[in-house]
T-cell receptor, first 117, second 112 residues
Framework: GAVVSQHPSWVICKSGTSVKIECRSLDFQATTMFWYRQFPKQSLMLMAT?????????EQGVEKDKFLINHASLTLSTLTVTSAHPEDSSFYIC?????????????FGDGTRLSIL | GESVGLHLPTLSVQEGDNSIINCAYSNSASDYFIWYKQESGKGPQFIIDIRSNMDKRQGQRVTVLLNKTVKHLSLQIAATQPGDSAVYFCAENSGGYQKVTFGIGTKLQVIP
């Protein structure tokens, strides 16, 4: 149980293109999803917290107009990197927390490797 | 706190030996801790968790120890296998039920 699917797993595109990444919880409902960015040999950096039906909460230093997040349902959140440039190349990972009260772990997708030429 | 721009420490262990991976956390108000395993090119995989009202929890071949006095967390892996080779992250939950902060990670290399 608690499977999170992320799509696409790899994308290469030209500078100036906008790229959409999908994150789906396959077998549970997730009121909260998280988006992380990870550089090689480094830890995960939280970009934003996405709550179903409301605006995402962005971490300090993350441009909300650059990284658009939509969480339209209890099983789907999307991250759109707008007008991507080479410096946006990175490994983007989403996670989801199952609906319900109490402390419980986030479950992660397998990430999207974004390469901007 | 957040880890930025740091290279991962590496732990090399002989196959069959026990591994101990350590983590120091910064927020004394953190009430929930999780260990994740990340293999190359994949997302983190949940291993085991522990709440702050406990000091030890055991799973299959893994044990997590929590020392709140010195804000230290450890993951013990018994009879380490080649498939255990990965990067291991500790994560702490603070600020309510939402935000989780990841440690810098430790790369575990299992020597056959």
């Amino acid at each position: 149980g608690a499977v999170v699917s992320q799509h696409p797993s790899w994308v290469i595109c030209k500078s100036g293109t906008s790229v959409k990444i999908e994150c789906r919880s396959l077998d549970f409902q997730a009121t909260t999803m998280f988006w992380y960015r990870q550089f090689p040999k480094q830890s995960l950096m939280l970009m934003a917290t996405s709550n179903e039906g409301s605006k995402a909460t962005y971490e300090q230093g993350v441009e909300k107009d650059k990284f658009l997040i939509n969480h339209a349902s209890l099983t789907l959140s999307t991250l759109t990197v707008t007008s991507a440039h080479p410096e946006d190349s990175s490994f983007y990972i989403c996670s989801a927390r199952a609906y319900g009260t109490g402390l419980q772990p986030q479950h992660f997708g397998d990430g999207t490797r974004l390469s901007i030429l | 706190g957040e880890s930025v721009g740091l290279h991962l420490p590496t732990l090399s262990v002989q196959e069959g030996d026990n591994s101990i991976i350590n983590c120091a956390y910064s927020n004394s108000a953190s009430d929930y801790f999780i260990w994740y395993k990340q293999e190359s090119g994949k997302g983190p995989q949940f291993i085991i968790d522990i709440r702050s009202n406990m000091d030890k929890r055991q799973g299959q071949r893994v044990t997590v120890l929590l020392n709140k006095t010195v804000k230290h967390l450890s993951l013990q892996i018994a009879a380490t296998q080649p498939g255990d080779s990965a990067v291991y992250f500790c994560a702490e939950n603070s600020g309510g039920y939402q935000k989780v902060t990841f440690g810098i990670g430790t790369k575990l290399q299992v020597i056959p």
